[in-house]
């Protein structure tokens, strides 16, 4: 049996968490006669619950996100292997979330194509970077690109509330600023660190 760490056991209650999220909005409640309730505001604004439920969990993941990186370092349980499942349990829960978004029509799908191809990118990168023995630092664009779409998905979920009542879209705001940022960190982990992809060439 394998034994994890603090760290290591929140980072994969983001990833069970995250399945759940996909499974909640995803799943075809009115085919199975569990429709979600559905609440009215102000006659205009239309409320799936299963939204506002996602959102909730979205945000507890997000709190895990938080905790088990600043355990690990206080605690120096930094291990590869936390470093590889909290990569991944990232991706697994704001990708997926971002794609289920743009394809229900919440966000413009160019968000989450951007992200992705940035999250490729730089991935490659710090794979390659690793393999020779560099560790490619999380800089401030990047770090401001998360805070952005992890706040801009969570008021998605929760129908912009309570923007949308002085019609004031903070959560597209929120998510464009992301994507943008997305390109910029992208270009500037690819500028940082182009001597280590071309050097054997």
Same mark, same amino acid.
């Given at each position: 049996?394998?034994?994890?760490?603090?760290?290591?056991?929140?980072?994969?209650?983001? @990833?069970?968490?995250?399945?759940?999220?996909?499974? /909640?909005?995803?799943?075809?409640?009115?085919?199975?006669?569990?429709?979600?309730?559905?609440?009215?505001?102000?006659?205009?604004?239309? @409320?799936?619950?299963?939204?506002?439920?996602? $959102?909730?969990?979205?945000?507890?993941?997000?709190?895990?996100?938080?905790? #088990?990186?600043?355990?690990?370092?206080?605690?120096?349980? !930094?291990? #590869? &292997? $936390? =470093?590889?499942?909290?990569?991944?349990? #990232?991706?697994?829960?704001?990708?997926?979330?971002?794609?289920?978004?743009? +394809?229900?029509? &919440?966000?413009?799908? !160019?968000?989450? /194509?951007?992200?992705?191809?940035?999250?490729?990118?730089?991935?490659?990168?710090?794979?390659?970077?690793?393999?020779?023995?560099?560790? !490619? +630092?999380?800089?401030?664009?990047? =770090?401001?690109?998360?805070?952005?779409?992890?706040?801009?998905?969570?008021?998605?979920? &929760?129908?912009?509330?309570?923007?949308? &009542?002085?019609?004031?879209?903070?959560?597209?705001?929120?998510?464009?600023?992301? +994507?943008?940022?997305?390109?910029?960190? $992208? !270009?500037?982990?690819?500028?940082?660190?182009?001597?280590?992809?071309?050097?054997?060439?």
């Amino acid at each position: 049996m394998i034994k994890m760490n603090l760290p290591n056991k929140l980072t994969m209650v983001r @990833i069970v968490l995250a399945i759940v999220i996909v499974i /909640v909005l995803l799943f075809p409640f009115d085919m199975t006669g569990l429709n979600m309730p559905t609440l009215f505001i102000n006659e205009k604004i239309v @409320i799936n619950v299963k939204y506002p439920i996602a $959102g909730i969990l979205f945000i507890i993941a997000s709190v895990t996100d938080f905790f #088990d990186g600043y355990i690990a370092r206080k605690r120096n349980l !930094v291990t #590869d &292997f $936390g =470093k590889m499942i909290d990569a991944i349990a #990232d991706k697994v829960l704001v990708n997926s979330i971002l794609i289920i978004l743009a +394809a229900t029509g &919440f966000i413009h799908p !160019v968000i989450p /194509v951007i992200i992705v191809m940035r999250d490729s990118v730089v991935n490659s990168i710090k794979m390659v970077a690793g393999s020779k023995g560099k560790v !490619v +630092a999380a800089i401030k664009s990047g =770090k401001l690109k998360t805070a952005c779409l992890m706040v801009g998905i969570a008021l998605t979920l &929760f129908y912009n509330m309570p923007f949308e &009542f002085i019609n004031l879209r903070v959560s597209d705001f929120l998510l464009f600023i992301a +994507a943008i940022l997305s390109l910029v960190s $992208g !270009v500037q982990y690819y500028t940082m660190n182009k001597h280590l992809i071309f050097e054997d060439m």
